[in-house]
């Protein structure tokens, strides 16, 4: 192995799912070493997504709920000349800690790490490409690729990152732009969408769907888009844009499929993202992807190469960083034999738009699909002392419950708070704790936890309505 | 004159704000034309100022003036017209019209064109390196376009001087701009109220490292530098790629090529802009 460095494990990406199967094989006691081809470890999550948007959203958040706050006492308008980076003033803080927190336990765990480029050159070797130049190259026994994803590049659509824009760029603006055309209807497109439209952006959101978020239980994207139009924004359902072309001044001009014409500032491209495999070579080991550019895996996410795993965004759905971590550390649980313990079926999804939106378990039709029928029970926040305190009655708890009404099958919320408020449904789930638990539990007053309570309530009071016309 | 007394009156008259800055009238002609036409489009406008970094900083300039009250600094060429309007941006293109006409730099025309053009390159190259790296383009063109503009200015200063102590020669006047230009800038960016990672910039630009929030746009500049410099046959291919202003940003040898590729359609923007 002339040229080689041995490491029992390689790792090639340091994003959510990368970073912590480099963890977990370290605690192993395995020589790890992994591939980033940025700076430090974090992956988009740090630099281009979580982070960074969360950061503008904070600003946006403060700004929509001092309104929704205020009662009319403050008028709350943001200048158009104010720089976008002066609203995300501590992201380098944020950033910086961040990076070195993780950087600080690859250190502690004796996790070397290589900053560049990889490529597969045989079934687990691996050569990486530093930015001067250089060229190293390792075997590894285990080679975990968590190579991550990066927005969609379409045909129609020329993204320029100056004026058509895409989700890894937009926030590189200097201005908060008067308009805003967001092309697609997913995660991204509606967070971006509605952070930009509380800070006063015009934004229509565009898209092939008859709503946004179409995996999202109906009640509770009705409520989002609901927010967006009353912030002066719009959805434009069942279309799909031809084009989108700056006109070299002040304008974009987007081209919908039946002729209609949208013109705006700047335009957000954000229909899906795309597995990282450039220039990775994985034929080289063995594995082709499928149809859609992923990696295919099995359930224990090993690739068609004998010791090579994959994990994370380059998978495929759902993409979410939480899930990436899990994935990695159960990928190299599995591949050293060792117990990853039970699997984890009710991860949360969080959606961090305005307002947030955030679900576990399944949704009233995926029960009815599964069980025939289902019990739902609401908790309007406007039912809730403290929906009205915050200035957030618009929001929605639902209680998805079994046909008899005892099981709780799954949760989700919309308002300020949700993606914190689920994790309660989470543990219920996980522990399997009946709906009455929910009607006998005390919560603190004034909390939204009370939703709860309130939805578990109207739960108890369908069921029974139920079965008495069922008698 | 000696070449140190050359620069200490040079510095002198900037210190003291006598000097403005080079311009290029038929530009300036251009824009008062096309912002005359009731039909003119605004798309021919934008491009237009682009055109030439002097007129784009005049316009700049007055967009962040007293008048106009920015809350904070303009920095696009874009936003600067729509503040603006055609009227206003007419009126400017006009008053530095005139301005130039009372401007030259005797015997120094190819030096000036040649700055400008080399402007115009690392620009474009800027704005590439942006563009790849999902950084905002917008600045890193401003930035390139700017990033040399003490220069001008400079051979302006000297051949005042040269007026009345006779005429410097090429080596010291080098000598001079190179020890003078990042100070000269600076001063002419902030003068010019644009914001002051430009203005880090404009000094910095040969020693990325110094200028604190603003060292990534200064090593994007540091890059595009270099490119312009190989755009015109100054610097040689090699090394260019692993260049530390290229590993500093975090771009791969073939990601720099990549953005070398694009020296044809950089090449074509400077010809059609000089």
């Known amino acids: 192995?002339?040229?080689?460095?041995?490491?029992?494990?390689?790792?090639?990406?340091?994003?959510?799912?990368?970073?912590?199967?480099?963890?977990?094989?370290?605690?192993?006691?395995?020589?790890?070493?992994?591939?980033?081809?940025?700076?430090?470890?974090?992956?988009?999550?740090?630099?281009?997504?979580?982070?960074?948007?969360?950061?503008?959203?904070?600003?946006?958040?403060?700004?929509?709920?001092?309104?929704?706050?205020?009662?009319?006492?403050?008028?709350?308008?943001?200048?158009?000349?104010?720089?976008?980076?002066?609203?995300?003033?501590?992201?380098?803080?944020?950033?910086?800690?961040?990076?070195?927190?993780?950087?600080?336990?690859?250190?502690?765990?004796?996790?070397?790490?290589?900053?560049?480029?990889?490529?597969?050159?045989?079934?687990?070797?691996?050569?990486?490409?530093?930015?001067?130049?250089?060229?190293?190259?390792?075997?590894?026994?285990?080679?975990?690729?968590?190579?991550?994803?990066?927005?969609?590049?379409?045909?129609?659509?020329?993204?320029?990152?100056?004026?058509?824009?895409?989700?890894?760029?937009?926030?590189?603006?200097?201005?908060?732009?008067?308009?805003?055309?967001?092309?697609?209807?997913?995660?991204?497109?509606?967070?971006?969408?509605?952070?930009?439209?509380?800070?006063?952006?015009?934004?229509?959101?565009?898209?092939?769907?008859?709503?946004?978020?179409?995996?999202?239980?109906?009640?509770?994207?009705?409520?989002?888009?609901?927010?967006?139009?009353?912030?002066?924004?719009?959805?434009?359902?069942?279309?799909?844009?031809?084009?989108?072309?700056?006109?070299?001044?002040?304008?974009?001009?987007?081209?919908?499929?039946?002729?209609?014409?949208?013109?705006?500032?700047?335009?957000?491209?954000?229909?899906?993202?795309?597995?990282?495999?450039?220039?990775?070579?994985?034929?080289?080991?063995?594995?082709?992807?499928?149809?859609?550019?992923?990696?295919?895996?099995?359930?224990?996410?090993?690739?068609?190469?004998?010791?090579?795993?994959?994990?994370?965004?380059?998978?495929?759905?759902?993409?979410?960083?939480?899930?990436?971590?899990?994935?990695?550390?159960?990928?190299?649980?599995?591949?050293?034999?060792?117990?990853?313990?039970?699997?984890?079926?009710?991860?949360?999804?969080?959606?961090?738009?305005?307002?947030?939106?955030?679900?576990?378990?399944?949704?009233?039709?995926?029960?009815?699909?599964?069980?025939?029928?289902?019990?739902?029970?609401?908790?309007?926040?406007?039912?809730?002392?403290?929906?009205?305190?915050?200035?957030?009655?618009?929001?929605?708890?639902?209680?998805?419950?079994?046909?008899?009404?005892?099981?709780?099958?799954?949760?989700?919320v919309v308002g300020e708070g949700a993606a914190e408020l689920v994790h309660i449904g989470q543990m219920a789930l996980c522990a399997g704790l009946p709906i009455e638990f929910f009607v006998e539990t005390i919560f603190n007053f004034p909390t939204l936890a009370e939703a709860y309570r309130v939805a578990a309530l109207d739960v108890v009071k369908r069921r029974r309505v139920a079965a008495a016309a069922a008698a | 004159m000696t070449a140190i007394a050359a620069r200490d009156l040079l510095a002198e008259r900037l210190e003291s704000g006598a000097l403005s800055l080079p311009l290029l009238p038929d530009v300036a002609r251009e824009v008062a034309l096309a912002t005359s036409d009731p039909d003119a489009d605004a798309s021919r406008i934008a491009p237009l100022l682009r055109r030439d970094q002097a007129l784009a900083g005049h316009v700049l300039r007055v967009a962040n003036s007293p008048m106009y009250r920015p809350a904070s600094p303009i920095v696009s060429l874009e936003q600067a017209l729509a503040r603006l309007g055609m009227d206003a941006v007419r009126r400017i293109a006009f008053a530095v019209a005139c301005e130039a006409g009372v401007f030259r730099v005797p015997g120094r025309e190819k030096e000036v064109r040649a700055l400008f053009a080399h402007a115009l390159a690392a620009a474009a190259f800027a704005q590439e390196i942006a563009r790849a790296r999902r950084w905002n383009v917008e600045e890193a063109f401003l930035a390139g376009l700017l990033h040399d503009v003490g220069q001008p200015v400079i051979l302006q200063g000297l051949a005042d001087i040269e007026q009345d102590t006779g005429r410097l020669d090429a080596e010291a006047a080098d000598a001079i701009s190179h020890e003078l230009h990042g100070w000269v800038g600076e001063k002419l960016v902030l003068v010019w109220n644009l914001p002051a990672r430009l203005a880090a910039v404009a000094r910095y630009h040969h020693s990325p490292s110094d200028a604190a929030d603003a060292a990534r746009l200064a090593w994007i500049v540091a890059l595009a530098d270099v490119l312009a410099h190989h755009l015109r046959g100054e610097v040689g291919l090699g090394g260019i790629g692993v260049h530390p202003a290229a590993a500093e940003i975090g771009l791969y040898p073939d990601e720099v090529e990549a953005i070398l590729e694009r020296a044809d359609a950089v090449r074509g923007l400077v010809e059609a802009m000089s």
Not at chain 1, 36 to 52: F, K, N
Not at chain 1, 106 to 122: Q, T, V
Not at chain 1, 347 to 356: H, M, T
């Open chain 1, 1 to 412: 192995m002339t040229g080689f460095v041995h490491r029992d494990v390689v790792v090639i990406g340091g994003g959510p799912a990368g970073h912590k199967a480099a963890i977990q094989a370290a605690k192993a006691g395995r020589s790890v070493v992994l591939i980033e081809r940025e700076a430090s470890a974090g992956g988009a999550c740090v630099r281009q997504g979580t982070i960074p948007s969360k950061a503008l959203r904070e600003t946006a958040l403060a700004v929509d709920g001092l309104r929704r706050r205020s009662g009319g006492v403050f008028s709350v308008e943001v200048r158009e000349d104010l720089l976008i980076s002066s609203l995300m003033t501590r992201l380098d803080d944020v950033v910086g800690a961040h990076e070195r927190f993780l950087s600080g336990q690859l250190s502690r765990n004796g996790i070397e790490f290589w900053r560049g480029r990889a490529r597969f050159i045989g079934p687990r070797d691996v050569e990486v490409l530093g930015l001067g130049g250089e060229r190293r190259r390792v075997r590894g026994d285990l080679v975990v690729i968590a190579t991550g994803s990066r927005p969609r590049n379409p045909k129609e659509i020329a993204v320029d990152h100056e004026h058509v824009l895409d989700s890894d760029s937009i926030l590189s603006l200097t201005w908060i732009p008067r308009s805003l055309v967001v092309l697609g209807g997913g995660v991204i497109a509606c967070e971006y969408a509605s952070i930009f439209a509380a800070l006063g952006t015009k934004v229509t959101v565009v898209d092939s769907g008859p709503r946004p978020l179409g995996f999202v239980d109906p009640e509770i994207t009705e409520r989002f888009t609901a927010s967006l139009v009353a912030m002066g924004g719009a959805f434009v359902g069942g279309r799909r844009a031809r084009s989108a072309v700056w006109d070299g001044a002040s304008t974009v001009v987007t081209t919908l499929d039946d002729g209609e014409t949208l013109r705006s500032e700047r335009v957000l491209f954000a229909l899906g993202r795309v597995a990282c495999l450039e220039g990775l070579d994985v034929a080289a080991a063995g594995i082709v992807p499928d149809a859609r550019g992923l990696v295919p895996v099995d359930a224990n996410y090993r690739t068609a190469a004998e010791g090579v795993y994959a994990v994370g965004d380059v998978i495929g759905p759902p993409s979410l960083a939480s899930t990436s971590m899990e994935q990695g550390r159960r990928a190299v649980c599995h591949a050293l034999g060792l117990d990853p313990g039970p699997s984890i079926d009710t991860i949360p999804v969080g959606i961090y738009a305005i307002p947030e939106m955030a679900s576990v378990g399944i949704s009233e039709a995926q029960a009815i699909e599964r069980h025939g029928s289902a019990v739902v029970g609401r908790a309007p926040f406007s039912e809730i002392a403290r929906g009205h305190i915050s200035g957030n009655p618009d929001g929605l708890l639902k209680m998805v419950a079994d046909p008899c009404g005892h099981r709780l099958l799954g949760v989700q």
